[in-house]
C-alpha cells in the first residue's frame, strides 16, 4: 500500500557541474523506476535549481536540507518554503541530526520549520533518532518518542499526512555501522504505534518511514524488506549515481 522512498541526502558535497552530473546520471537511470517508487535528492541549496532542471525530465524529485520557519524578512541567511517551492523542490528535511547535534537545533525550531514547509506546500522529512550512549542506556523509544511528538505538536491529522518520518540512528550515520534489518523494524513498528495513538491507524497505515544511517546497495533490500520500513533516506551512498541507482532498484 505504502510506496517505497528512496531520498538522497547530498549534505555539503557536490559543486557546480558535479551535481549536475550526478543529476544527469540518476536521471537516466530512473525511467524504470518512474510509476513505482518515489524518489528525491537533497542537493546544498546553491544547487537545487540546476539540478532540479537536470532533473526535469525524470521523476524523481528535489528536496532542501533545510528550511527556515519565517516566510519573508529580515533573516539573513535563511531560505523560506515559497523560495524552495518558487525553484521546484516538493520535499525538504527537517530536524536531520547533524543539524540537531552540530548546528544545535531544538525540537520546538524543528516544529516551526515542518509547520511553516507543509503551510507553504511543501512535503517535509521529518528526521528523528537515537545517539549511541542513548541506545545503550535503553533510551531509544523515549528518544523517538520525544522527536514525533514534538516535530509533529499542534499538527492535525490532515497536515501530518503530508509528512515522511526518517528513523536515522545517529551512531550510524556516516559512520560504516548499520542498524540491524531487525533493530530498525523494531523502532519502525514503535514509531507507526505511537503514531497510531497520537492520530489514528488511519494515518499510522499511510505515513511512510524511512530509515537511514549507511544504507548501502549491499544492505538496501534486507532493509526494506522489513514490514515498516517504507524506504531509505540515503547519505553517502547517494553520491555515487551506480550505489544510488542500485538502492533504488532494490526499492522496487
Ligand atoms: C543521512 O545523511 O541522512 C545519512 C543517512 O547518511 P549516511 O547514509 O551516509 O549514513
Known amino acids: 500500500m505504502r510506496k517505497p522512498f528512496v531520498a538522497g541526502n547530498w549534505k555539503m558535497n557536490t559543486n557546480s ?51 527556515y520557519y519565517e516566510a519573508k524578512g529580515a533573516f539573513t541567511g535563511e531560505i523560506s518554503p515559497s523560495m524552495l517551492k518558487d525553484i521546484g523542490c516538493t520535499y525538504c528535511l527537517c530536524g536531520h541530526s547533524e543539524r540537531r547535534h552540530v548546528i544545535g537545533e531544538t525540537d520546538e525550531l524543528i516544529n516551526k520549520k515542518v509547520t511553516a514547509a507543509i503551510a507553504g506546500g511543501l512535503l517535509p522529512i521529518l528526521c528523528v533518532g537515537e545517539l549511541l550512549a542513548e541506545r545503550e542506556a535503553s533510551q531509544t523509544n523515549g528518544v523517538v518518542t520525544r522527536h514525533v511528538k514534538n516535530g509533529l505538536a499542534g499538527l492535525s491529522a490532515e497536515k501530518a499526512s503530508a509528512v515522511t518520518i526518517a528513523y536515522e540512528p545517529v551512531w550510524a ?80
Open 17 to 67: 557541474s558535479s551535481s549536475i552530473e550526478l543529476a544527469e546520471r540518476i536521471a537516466s537511470g530512473t525511467m524504470e523506476a518512474s510509476g513505482s517508487v518515489t524518489m528525491t535528492v537533497c542537493p546544498p541549496f546553491v544547487y537545487l535549481q540546476s539540478v532540479a532542471q537536470a532533473l526535469s525530465t525524470s521523476s524523481v524529485g528535489v528536496g532542501a536540507q533545510d528550511v
Open 173 to 252: 550515520i556516516g559512520t560504516g555501522l548499520t542498524a540491524t534489518p531487525q533493530q530498525a523494524q523494531d523502532v519502525h513498528d514503535f514509531i507507526r504505534k505511537l503514531l497510531a495513538q497520537m492520530y489514528d491507524d488511519k494515518l499510522a497505515e499511510e505515513i511512510r518511514i524511512l530509515y537511514g544511517g549507511s544504507a548501502k546497495p549491499n544492505n538496501a533490500a534486507d532493509l526494506m524488506g522489513q514490514p515498516d520500513i517504507d524506504g531509505l533516506l540515503v547519505g553517502g551512498a547517494s553520491l555515487k549515481a551506480d550505489d544510488f541507482l542500485a538502492i533504488i532498484q532494490a526499492a522496487m
